[in-house]
């Protein structure tokens, strides 16, 4: 089980907005950054989202993050089919002394 | 361009161990540190630990942290995971990514993943 609870898959069709859940605890979220990365099917993780509204250079306006108390969120607005792929969110867990992430949630484009 | 570059798939028996490497180019080794990473199949992903480049010092996952040992040679720039006692539960997709080792920080680069699968 994953510290970070993520909805296991989520679905829009194109042009459609999405967005995808994150929910934690005060030990992480609530007083960390959140981190979002998408991975393509058989290829490494990519930095999406950091410090949990800003977006690395190179990535889409399209894709914004959010942080409300222990939970997250990351929203994706004019869909594509190049955004089926998975999502992870992070963040630091002072408990563990370490980061944490969610399972991954499967974004499917219809 | 920035870029990691990780060793070989491997194929491990359980008791066995394991030495991954991940050789970093185009940044300031000294700078940042690495963390590794694992993805066992069709799951989520782990983080295991963390070394500085410029220190060397490190920080384990508690999970692993009897099993595994991270380590840097600043010369090529290259960061080490070794994991012993390997199991079949141990069998994933291992990534190094370059990490600040600050709570506010990203995995901003990844290496391209290496699979280390554990069978008798």
């Known amino acids: 089980q994953s510290v970070l609870t993520q909805p296991p898959s989520a679905s829009g069709t194109p042009g459609q907005r999405v967005t995808i859940s994150c929910s934690g605890s005060?030990?992480?979220?609530?007083?960390?950054?959140v981190f979002w990365y998408q991975q393509f099917p058989g290829t490494a993780p990519t930095l999406l989202v950091y410090r949990s509204t800003q977006r690395p250079s190179g990535v889409p306006d399209r894709f914004s993050g959010s942080k409300s108390d222990t939970s997250a969120s990351l929203a994706i607005s004019g869909l594509r089919s190049e955004d089926e792929a998975d999502y992870y969110c992070a963040s630091w867990d002072d408990s563990l002394s370490g980061p944490v992430f969610g399972g991954g949630t499967k974004l499917t484009v219809l | 361009q920035v870029q990691l570059v990780q060793s070989g798939a491997e194929v491990k028996k359980p008791g066995a161990s394991v030495k991954v490497s991940c050789k970093t180019s185009?940044?300031?080794?000294?700078?940042?540190?690495i963390s590794w990473l694992r993805q066992a199949p069709g799951q989520g992903l782990e983080w295991m630990g963390w070394i500085s480049g410029y220190n060397g010092n490190t920080n384990y996952a508690q999970k692993v942290q009897d099993r595994v040992t991270m380590t840097t040679d600043s010369v090529t720039s290259t960061a080490y995971m070794e994991l012993r006692s390997l199991r079949p539960d141990d069998t994933a997709v291992y990534y190094c990514?370059?990490?600040?080792?600050?709570?506010?920080?990203?995995?901003?680069?990844w290496g391209q993943g290496a699979m280390v699968s554990v069978s008798s």
């Open positions: 990514a370059r990490w600040g080792g600050g709570r506010s920080d990203g995995f901003d680069i």
């Open positions: 005060t030990s992480n979220i609530g007083g960390n950054s």
């Open positions: 185009g940044y300031n080794f000294n700078i940042y540190g």
